[in-house]
């Protein structure tokens, strides 16, 4: 361990020192740069340690989350409150289709969406690239075959 920082300015002077003093002075340089340095690694380790557990709490609110409590019925209402009363607009270039926002959060809403007939029975597509048919197939599918109106925007 060196010196404490009050020892250190007894240094502070403007005389020379003597061959032992500046011997024990490089000693005690040594043993504090040893320090800093052990101190700068475990400032590393805690800062890593710090994100670690951050993250943790992060995925255990994620956890508990109020929306996972939900059941499904009231998500679908949900997504149904979220179209537009003019219907959904899904634009589509080439085969990458930019479905509606709610569909997008995780894997389990996207599947409860895509299997809610309701929200696929009045579509407008604005096709770039896209054929006809393939839209069609892919609307009559998610609708359940009860499609009230579809229109294409070519």
Sequence with gaps: MSTSYADSTRFLTNREFSDQEKTYIQKLLLQTTDELRDVGEQIARLVSRQAE????????KVALAPHKMLPE?????????????DGL????????????????????WRKLA???????????????????????ESI?????????VICLDH
């Design 53 to 60: 557990l951050e993250s943790e709490i992060s995925h255990y």
């Design 73 to 85: 019925h009231i998500l679908q209402l949900i997504f149904q409150w979220c179209i537009p009363p």
């Design 89 to 108: 607009l899904v634009p589509i270039f080439r085969d990458e289709k930019l479905w509606p926002p709610f569909t997008q959060v995780c894997s389990s």
């Design 114 to 136: 895509m299997n809610t007939p309701e929200l696929w029975r009045d579509v407008t597509m604005s096709l770039y690239y896209m054929t006809i048919t393939t839209v069609e």
């Design 140 to 148: 009559l599918h998610m609708s359940g075959s009860v499609v009230q």
